[in-house]
């Protein structure tokens, strides 16, 4: 389950059903392949004639259905976000028809797809094959080859270059405005634990004084006692006010980065984490305070809910983002609700254009993972 997933991303397929894709779609690719092949040919060949127009015709049509038909496949496969294709409206006669189709670039998008999969099905289903009787191909060489057929999909057969700059701008638009909301729920808490905690206590402290300094000539025991209830006042002031401080921006983060501080956080935890950060270089100041709220507030909701008995935490820079994956050996079964803990480190991390992933199924583990980009 994805939170908030980038726009038009081709996520890591499963395993199981890569490899029903890789086998099964040989023979579909090939049939599509001959089909198309023989057509052309037969109606270029015949077009002297006149017979080659109606055959050229319905091969048009064929790419187009079987492109329709990949879309499909490949989007229950592997998982590959293709939305139904917005193709350019035809309207008039046979031959006006079969001419706008003709300049349509998603008939030719198709068409080029169509013909880049029989080569690639043929070493796909060799792979395929294999990973039913050799387990690490299963694991981890399918998926990534899964993965790269619906790149390759999503290149040719998803929206072209204007639609996907549309999608883009609404997906961004979305994250700042959960982003805008985070924020103002953020600055609410911050409003309400002051006036709840370290204004009171200062309320408290003034109001002592104050008594304090109308007995100062009558009653100087009573004074001592005033100011020792000041003074006591004053420090719970001063620690809700640090604790307040650490909750928006935790001094061992500034100072000594993300390392120190998840590692601080696990310390805390009542189950055992294993902490691992690789994050050189450094990554910017809002990219960090990310990272550091999102595991603390996983961690948290681990210990509460999971019932798991360890944890671990992973922290990892590549080019352009950091990257942070928690995994618990609990019952699994998260689920992002409206208003959830999932939900709000969603929220937290569209407030840099950052992406949510959970896998939780039922019996665990669980991981929930953060892609947080480090430039805007």
Request: with cysteine.
């Amino acid at each position: 389950m994805a939170a908030d997933r980038a726009p038009l991303e081709q996520p890591r397929p499963k395993a199981v059903r890569t490899i029903t894709y890789l086998i099964s779609g040989f023979p579909l690719h090939l049939a599509q392949f001959v089909l198309i092949v023989v057509g052309i040919a037969v109606g270029i060949a015949t077009v002297v004639i006149w017979v080659g127009i109606p055959i050229l015709m319905a091969m048009t049509s064929v790419v187009r259905g079987s492109g329709n038909l990949e879309r499909r496949f490949v989007r229950s496969m592997l998982g590959t976000p293709l939305p139904e294709v917005e193709r350019a409206p035809v309207e008039g006669g046979i031959l006006r028809r079969w001419r706008l189709r003709l300049v349509d670039p998603t008939t030719w998008r198709d068409f080029g797809y169509l013909m880049l999969s029989l080569p690639l099905s043929i070493a796909e289903a060799a792979i395929g094959i294999a990973s039913i009787v050799l387990l690490p191909m299963a694991i981890w060489v399918s998926p990534w080859i899964g993965w790269m057929h619906g790149s390759l999909a999503l290149a040719l057969l998803g929206p072209n270059r204007a639609k996907r700059l549309e999608v883009k701008a609404q997906h961004l638009q979305a994250s700042r405005a959960r982003g805008v909301d985070a924020a103002e729920a953020e600055r609410r808490r911050i409003e309400r634990d002051l006036h709840d905690g370290a204004q009171q206590r200062l309320v408290a402290v003034a109001m002592s004084l104050g008594r304090a300094k109308n007995k100062l000539d009558k009653d100087p025991q009573a004074v001592r006692e005033l100011i020792d209830e000041a003074h006591l006042d004053a420090k719970l002031a001063v620690s809700e006010l640090r604790d307040l401080a650490r909750g928006i921006y935790p001094a061992v983060l500034g100072d000594r980065g993300l390392d120190a501080a998840l590692s601080a956080q696990a310390a805390k935890s009542p189950i055992p984490v294993d902490v691992r950060t690789d994050v050189e270089p450094r990554p910017p100041a809002a990219v960090e305070t990310t990272a550091y709220f999102i595991v603390g507030e996983t961690l948290t909701n681990i210990a509460k809910h999971s019932g798991a008995t360890e944890a671990s935490v992973k922290v990892w820079r590549t080019d352009d983002k950091v990257i942070v994956e928690i995994t618990d050996d609990g019952h699994g079964g998260a689920e992002l609700r409206p208003g959830g803990g999932l939900s709000g480190l969603a929220d937290r991390a569209a407030t840099i254009d950052g992406v949510i992933t959970v896998v939780s199924p039922a019996g665990g583990p669980t991981v929930v993972r953060a892609d947080l980009p480090c430039t805007w």
